[in-house]
């Protein structure tokens, strides 16, 4: 029983590292210069990656954040909303990477707050450069990736997604921001709004608000719907911008339920290549 043991327990370790090699799920790590430090990716491949009939088949990015967290849940939703086996046809196929997080208050926030304590806030710009210079273009050397990629983030890292959506520069093609924390960054917001350029009304955005109890004001929602307001009139309502109102989910239910919402605002006209 226990040699058995470790010759399943080997081949298994084997099968996970090479995740060319027919594994839908397994994981890899990156040494990021910008960060200085290892950062460990979650990666899932669709179920037709592997297949013979599929040998030059290219497929759209998702990269979600808070990754231990929500990898699951992600690959489900993806799998299901695009399995043949089922006949469902709905989304295209997508290589799902997760990030692991080392310190997501430094990671996920492009400015700080005064605290007493000390703190490693602002490391947000650092961390969307890693992304974008070092983990995307490893991802296209190594898998056979499209160029449609897709952000998501929930909670401090749908702050990060929306501050990657303000810069015109950023490489992503769609953005979904599930109960972002807006409140970390509002003092600022309207000045970001206010530099946006066209460029990034013609990528999509989606906004995902929870019912967070806030039973005098409603604080949450009036935050997301005044950035969502303040994004339609920079752009004279051109922005391709959706925000949805959850009443019967709070803080942590959201993400389920709002990344399969916005992976359908995402792909409604079917614009991914």
């Known amino acids: ?48 990656y592997n297949d013979q009939t599929s040998a030059g088949k290219q497929y759209q990015v998702m990269i979600l954040l808070d990754g231990s967290t929500h990898f699951k849940t992600a690959s489900e939703i993806m799998h299901f909303k695009r399995s043949g086996k089922n006949q469902n046809y709905l989304m295209p196929e997508t290589i799902i990477v997760a990030i692991e997080n080392v310190d997501r208050e430094r ?4 400015t700080k707050l005064k605290t007493k304590r000390v703190n490693t806030m602002g490391g947000g710009k650092f961390f969307l450069n890693f992304i974008e210079s070092e983990l995307v273009p490893y991802l296209d050397k190594n898998y056979r990736t499209a160029p449609f990629r897709i952000l998501v983030g929930h909670s401090l890292g749908g702050l990060l997604s929306i501050n990657s959506y303000m810069d015109s520069n950023s490489i992503f093609n769609a ?4 109960d972002p924390s807006i409140w970390w960054d509002e003092a600022t917001m309207k000045i970001k709004v206010d530099a946006l350029r066209s460029k990034s009304f013609h990528k999509k955005l989606y906004i995902a608000t929870a019912n967070q109890g806030e039973a005098n004001d409603d604080r949450n929602k009036k935050r997301h719907e005044q950035l969502y307001d303040l994004i339609n009139q920079k752009s004279n309502g051109k922005a391709n911008l959706k925000l949805e109102y959850f009443e019967n989910e709070n803080h942590r239910s959201v993400p389920f339920i709002a990344l399969e919402e916005g992976l359908k605002y995402v792909h409604q006209k079917n614009e991914v290549p």
Do not use: W
């Open 1 to 48: 029983m226990n040699i058995l043991f470790v010759i399943l327990f080997a081949a298994e370790f084997l099968f996970g590292q090479n995740n060319k090699a027919g594994a839908s799920e397994s994981k890899f790590v990156i040494h990021s210069k910008t960060l200085n430090e290892d950062r460990v990716c979650l990666i899932s491949l669709p179920l037709s």
């Open 107 to 110: 990671d996920f926030t492009v």
């Open 175 to 178: 953005y979904i921001s599930m």
